[in-house]
């Protein structure tokens, strides 16, 4: 069984990938020195798009560095490479999107995956099916259980099917976050705003997303804790529930309970600050679509009533005075005036807010609060011999993770920390040619995951935007 927990010391090629010796793949060599592609040969990609080949030809080719170029000649079409799988059912396209080495599909990982993407997907009909293969599968998930982060590809076993929650043959596993709601409504608005293509919003897709304006409205939990509670029998503090399985107590003053975060770790505090910023933003982008695609007037008006009452919340309970930095966000509260302090390199992170919700990032509680996350004073930020950057819980104490140095570069202007952000990323991969979910900061070559597409896609986001907005860096 592959365990998002297993810790993986490796050097070895991700998942699939193999050293290209003679496919079309990417390759430079400088000094003697040669990059060879490390992904999958043609015939065994999982999906090939003609505007995705381009666009690494396009932009490798404008990259100096030779290591830099093949790192993202490696990671951009990973997700298409080795974990994609593309079908047509009912007569819509459908797509299952596993995350890596985990073969199932999280509603979150999948929407992060494909998002790089979409704005190739006007010019390639076959990709703009895969996109819209992915709205429609992440509507049917949420159909059988909004509560459910991961899903298997149809009934099988799950190594989780023993939680002490309603598990069905269908999920992978069942914690509910926040944020796996949001990151449908995300691809979804995006993929409309890209290619102005609506097929994909049908009346499923309708029924889910008032299924997920339900969800939302219960987990405010204003008359009760609602239907959703989950327990393991585990050693791991972080992989189940407290009280009772329905969380740490919260006072309902509008903001939605996620009982885990975006790392599959359980919240202390229910009400995730990240998660609820990123859904005012989610319900919003969902009222626009409801209003401009289906024309449910009445749903958009829900979806809008929810996002002004839940940023009205965020405003009221989830900025205070922090000792050392002024006005910033918390991370997690409870509505009773307790507030934690610390961040998670997963996305919704409070790094991540301008990246998901548009927050202009010279905010004053933004600035205030990275000032604090990029610090000392943030329990899961680690300096070591390798790197520094932000880690969390998830993969244990001095554990950094990529995601977080990207993110950190997709938030900045600053050509100098984002120069700092592609260093680290660049001589923290091991060899591999690969991102990862993380490294110990004093020795990059002891890492988690080496198959971890969301990583590696998101690596290709940035290196994109900043050949577009800053292409001096490369």
């Not at 995705?52 to 490696?74: C, H, Q, Y």
């Not at 110990?440 to 690596?459: G, I, P, V």
């Amino acid at each position: 069984m592959v365990n998002r927990r297993n810790f993986i010391k490796s050097t070895g090629l991700a998942g699939g990938a193999i050293l290209a010796g003679g496919t079309t793949g990417f390759s430079r060599s400088i000094s003697g020195l040669a990059y060879e592609s490390k992904r999958p040969p043609v015939g065994q990609r999982k999906f090939v798009s003609e505007a995705v080949e381009a666009t690494i030809r396009d932009i490798s080719a404008s990259i100096k560095d030779p290591e830099m170029g093949w790192l993202f000649a490696n990671c951009f079409p990973n997700t298409l490479d080795t974990t994609v799988t593309y079908s047509e059912k009912d007569g819509k396209p459908d797509t299952f999107v596993i995350t890596g080495d985990i073969h199932a599909m999280w509603l979150r990982d999948s929407s992060a995956q494909v998002w790089p993407y979409l704005p190739l997907a006007s010019k390639d009909a076959k990709l703009k099916k895969l996109l819209a293969g992915v709205i429609h599968r992440q509507s049917k998930c949420i159909l059988i259980d909004p509560y459910a982060n991961a899903f298997n590809d149809g009934p099988a076993e799950s190594p989780w099917k023993g939680d002490l929650t309603d598990m069905k043959p269908e999920l992978h596993e069942r914690k509910w976050e926040v944020d796996s709601l949001c990151y449908p409504i995300r691809l979804a608005y995006g993929f409309w705003k890209s290619t102005g293509e609506t097929t994909a919003f049908d009346s499923d897709w309708e029924k889910a997303m008032g299924l997920v304006l339900q969800t939302f409205r219960v987990q405010q939990r204003k008359k009760d804790r609602g239907p959703y509670k989950f327990q393991r029998v585990t050693g791991w503090q972080t992989d189940t529930v407290a009280g009772g399985g329905y969380g740490n107590p919260i006072r309902p003053v509008g903001m939605i309970c996620s009982i885990f975060r975006p790392s599959d770790d359980a919240t202390i505090y229910p009400f995730l600050i990240p998660s609820n910023l990123f859904a005012v933003t989610s319900l919003r982008q969902l009222a626009e679509l409801l209003v401009k695609v289906r024309g449910n007037a009445p749903m958009a008006k829900d979806a809008g009533d929810l996002a002004d009452e839940v940023e009205k919340a965020i405003h009221e309970y989830a900025i205070s005075e922090h000792l050392n930095f002024g006005k910033m966000f918390a991370f997690e509260v409870d509505g009773f005036g307790n507030s934690l302090y610390m961040d998670d390199a997963n996305v919704p992170s409070l790094l991540s807010i301008p990246y998901l919700t548009g927050l202009n990032p010279s905010d004053e509680n933004y600035r205030n609060t990275r000032k604090f996350l990029l610090s000392a004073s943030n329990p899961y930020y680690y300096k070591g011999k390798s790197a520094e950057g932000q880690g969390g819980p998830h993969s244990g104490i001095d554990m950094i993770w990529p995601l977080g140095i990207t993110m950190r570069a997709l938030t900045s202007k600053d050509p100098e920390e984002i120069r700092f952000c592609l260093n680290t990323l660049k001589s923290t991969h091991a060899g591999t040619g690969f991102m990862h979910e993380s490294f110990h900061k004093d020795d990059a070559s002891n890492f988690t995951r080496k198959w971890f597409a969301w990583a590696n896609t998101l690596f290709g986001e940035l290196i994109m935007k900043v050949h577009v907005e800053q292409p001096g860096l490369l």
